[in-house]
Structures are given as C-alpha cells and as structure tokens.
C-alpha cells in the first residue's frame, strides 16, 4: 500500500511520541498551523463554490446534514445500550464521532488529488455544516430528562469557535473574490498547503501518542468501536452520496466526513456542555484510534469502497 | 514595613484551559476587580498537562482582593467547576500598593 507522504509525517510524529523523544512543537504553531489550514481549505472551498450555482448545493446539504444526524444518534445506542456506557460519555463519545475532522478531510482530497480523481471544492460547505449539528445532538442526548442547558453557551463556543469562523471566513471570502481575485494569495494558501499539512500532521502525531495511556483505561470495546463506527459511517456516506448522484472523488469526500471524528471542536464544546462527561475516553477513541486508522486504513478503504459501489448505486 | 503597604488576598486558580470563557465572567461576578492570565503546563490528579494542544493546556488566573470576594471565589469554584473540572485554588495574604485598586 503506498501512503500519502503527509501520512508518512503522521507516522513520523507517533513514533516519536511513543519512543519519548524531545521533539515538542509548541502550542502557538500548532495554533498557527491550524488557523493557517482552516483559511485555505476554506478559501480553496470557496473559490471552487463561485464557480457553482450555490441554491443548487441546498437541497443536497439538507440530505447531507440529516442523514449526518444518524451517527451520533446509533452511536449513543451503541455504547450506552449495548456497553452500558454512562449517559454523559455515550454522548459526549457520540459527538465527537457525529462530528467532523477537518484535517481528515483534507488529507483525504490530497488522497484523491494525487490519483487524479476529481472531487468538487464545494465538499468543503458540507465540512463547515457538519461540525455543529452532532454536537448539539450530543448536548440533548446527555442532558434529556434533566433541564440545564447551557445552550447560549455552547451555540457560541461552537459558531463563534475558530474552526467555523475560519472555515466559513475563507469559504466567503474565496467565493466573493472568485478564482482571480484569490489568485495573487495562491502561493501563500496553495502552494504551502501540503508542507503545512505535513508540519500539523507530525504535530498531531505527537499529540496523539500522548492519548495512546488513555486506551489502556478505556478498554478494548471503545478501542473496536473506534474502528467499527467510523467504517460504517463511512459506508453510510458512500450510499449517501450515491442517491444523491454524486461523484466518485465526492462519495470519498462525504464518506471521510460521516467517518471522520472531531478533535477541535467537539472536546471544547463538551468540555462545557457537557463537563461531567470523561474527556480522556472521547478524546483517546477520536485521536487516540480513529484518526490514525481513517489517515492510514480508512481513506484507502473508502476510496476502493466508493469505485466497488459507484456503479451500483448509481 | 512601609506604611503605604496594605494587606490583600491573592486567589490563584490553575484550571484546565477550557474553563476560561466560563470562568472569566464569574470572576467580575464575585466581585473581582481585575485578573492575571497566564499559559501553564504541569502535572498533577489528571495526568500530564502539557500544553501541546488546547486539550491538554492548563491556565493560571491570579485576583488580587480583599478577603470577602475572595472567600466568594472559592466558594464559586467548589459548588460549580471542582467536580468536573480540573481546578485547583489557593488563597496567601500579599501586600500591596494602591488598596482601592484590588
């Protein structure tokens, strides 16, 4: 199997996590390099999108984001039904996997773009409408039965967050400025995109080897449901995707989004919806697990998916 | 001693990075005239908090004031952040100029 190279760095920055080198990348580049790829895969989206009819994409974002409704929904099933998980971290869990990655994202469009399959840059208008609704899923599973919502709050901390400020920000921008006017920021926003990928996955690698103690506690059953849920979900984005006539490159696109858990946005909501939730279980499932499995198996697996069932369901 | 030195209380809270927008608005709430923001890293009941990404970072809020709004602070912090979050507070006597600020 041949990786993406920026996979490569994932892997590079795991390994030095686990092998406790000195390597540290300090927080305010790791906050740089995430507002810089939030701007430019939100530009990128947008400067795509003005070339779009944009009420064309309403009645597929409406199937896009109900069906999204389902993960969280199934996965609080799952781990409260069937493992007995307490209230608070089933649906903590469940937003975290109802949400999305945006980096998982991104990685699966240089996936696609290294093997010429085209995909549309209005994918990105579903990433940005995919992060808030499983959260607030999440919220009113954790909370039905008991008042107490912090809902001003957290509509804030998520709309207001930097992930949708940015993205959206971007996909505006890029749209309002069209392909011409964005054309003089392309060396900045384009040309660096991968190298900062590359830089934010070893960063990430780092971070997520810290999350690696946590499994251990966690158990072998979330550690499988880590693994299970994003496959089905990506599966769901896949016939998704296919009723709704998209293209291959677009079915990969939505299957990586359904399968991608969040690891931004979702920790910090949670954290104050819903605090009594354990942040080490939800966090060590999403970035412990399920991060590295969607970079390394998932992507391909969706990708090989989507060409097995495209002509089946379309 | 000098004689324009007069006796505050300084609350230093570390808490994990995450509490601050809930926490902020508490604090003018209790009484607080002003704070002091700081990043922190550390260790302690939950682990290594690092600071590698905002899920790991701590902070440090340090509020100089008398001892009536202090008292209110820590009362605050015990019923509504010590049992879910990462919180710890601690209360020592300082000195300080200008009274009427703090």
Redesign the interface.
Known sequence: MSFEPVVLFFMLGLLAGVLRSDL??P?VV?EALSIFLLLAIGLKGGVELARHDVLDLAGPALVVVGVAVLIPLACFSVLRGLAGFPRADAASIAAHYGSVSVVTFAVASSFLASRAVAADGYMTVFLALLELPALLVGVFLARRGQGQVGWR?LLH?VLAGKSIVLLAGGLLIGWLAGPDGIHPLDRVFFDLFKGMLAFFLM?MG??AA?RL?DLRRAGPFLVAFAVGAPVCAGLLGIVTAGLLGFSVGNAVLLATLYASAS??AA??AM??AV??AN?ALS?GASLGVTFPFNLIAGIPLYYWLAFRLHGVLV | MSPALTCRKLVTIIC?A?LE??LLPELARQGAHGYTLT?ARGQGAR??R????????NIRIEVLCGVGVAERLVEMLQTRFY???GVVVFVVDVEVLRPGKF
Do not use: Q
Not at chain 2, 50 to 57: K, T
């Open positions: 540290k990348i927080g790791y709050t901390e960063e780092l971070v810290g103690a690891y931004i920790p910090a954290r104050i605090p009594e942040p966090i | 994990e995450e927008t809930l990043e682990g290594v690092d600071g590698a990404w905002r899920a790991s970072s049992a879910d979050y």
